[in-house]
């Protein structure tokens, strides 16, 4: 009978490691879903986010053409105030000329 309840005693104990596994399996199954289901989420929110990234900088882009677009007119419209004034000084200094020599007569 000693013999019968040592092979009863095993075999339990190897039905219990067994339950024992599966249950940790069944646990660690569900673990690895839930991180596999949260790299999911994480790669479309990365996704996402170099969308935006992307959008970012062809608006950033676009604002430097239009920057540079508004520097050369700028630009332009400095170059004529420019000759516009030099224009003027001309102006002056030809009407300067005429009232001397008539002030000089």
């Given at each position: 009978?000693?013999?019968?309840?040592?092979?009863?005693?095993?075999?339990?104990?190897?039905?219990?490691?067994?339950?024992?596994?599966?249950?940790?399996?069944?646990?660690?199954?569900?673990?690895?879903?839930?991180?596999?289901?949260?790299?999911?989420?994480?790669?479309?929110?990365?996704?996402?986010?170099?969308?935006?990234?992307?959008?970012?900088?062809?608006?950033?882009?676009?604002?430097?053409?239009?920057?540079?677009?508004?520097?050369?007119?700028?630009?332009?419209?400095?170059?004529a105030a420019n000759q516009s004034q030099a224009c003027c000084d001309a102006?002056?200094?030809?009407?300067?000329?005429?009232?001397?020599?008539?002030?000089?007569?």
């Amino acid at each position: 009978m000693n013999m019968k309840i040592q092979t009863a005693i095993k075999a339990s104990a190897v039905v219990l490691a067994i339950v024992l596994t599966t249950g940790c399996s069944t646990e660690l199954q569900s673990q690895v879903d839930a991180l596999n289901a949260r790299v999911d989420s994480l790669s479309s929110d990365v996704a996402r986010a170099q969308s935006a990234a992307d959008a970012a900088g062809a608006t950033a882009s676009e604002a430097r053409q239009m920057s540079s677009g508004a520097q050369s007119t700028a630009n332009q419209a400095l170059n004529a105030a420019n000759q516009s004034q030099a224009c003027c000084d001309a102006t002056n200094e030809k009407i300067d000329r005429m009232f001397q020599k008539g002030m000089a007569k």
